[in-house]
């Protein structure tokens, strides 16, 4: 697996420059990997309803904002086994991207990396 995360962005309570630089980086990767799959959820119940809560209803973990690319179906290559873009915030005014990679043989690196760990006990 490979995560970036990206730079700090500054953006308006509503989301807009957080939403821009989420929408830009995903237009790319659709041009590359086909059409994603895409999240804008609210959970049920919460109180950051509204337009101007945006960012808070982000930061408070209430509300996700993610694309997914997933198989050999969607034109993933080289043992991809699917892409993940999402927007975090770090604030009612600050947030960032995270885009992760995944591999085929993801499971059996990370079995390996838990064995190598048990060894050193």
């Not at 807009?16 to 989420?22: D, M, N, Y």
């Not at 309803?49 to 993933?76: C, H, S, V």
């Not at 059996?108 to 060894?119: G, L, T």
Request: with cysteine; aromatic share 10%.
């Amino acid at each position: 697996m490979v995560r970036g995360i990206g730079k700090t962005i500054n953006s308006s309570n509503h989301g807009i420059q957080l939403k821009s630089a989420f929408e830009e980086l995903s237009d790319a990767l659709d041009k590359l990997y086909g059409t994603s799959e895409k999240t804008d959820l609210l959970l049920p119940g919460s109180i950051w309803d509204e337009p101007e809560d945006w960012m808070t209803g982000l930061a408070k973990e209430e509300r996700y904002l993610f694309n997914q690319w997933e198989g050999a179906g969607k034109g993933l290559k080289h043992d991809l086994e699917s892409i993940a873009l999402a927007a975090k915030a770090l604030s009612s005014s600050k947030g960032y991207l995270v885009l992760e990679y995944s591999f085929s043989n993801y499971d059996a690196c990370k079995q390996e990396a838990e064995n190598k760990s048990s060894d050193a006990l």
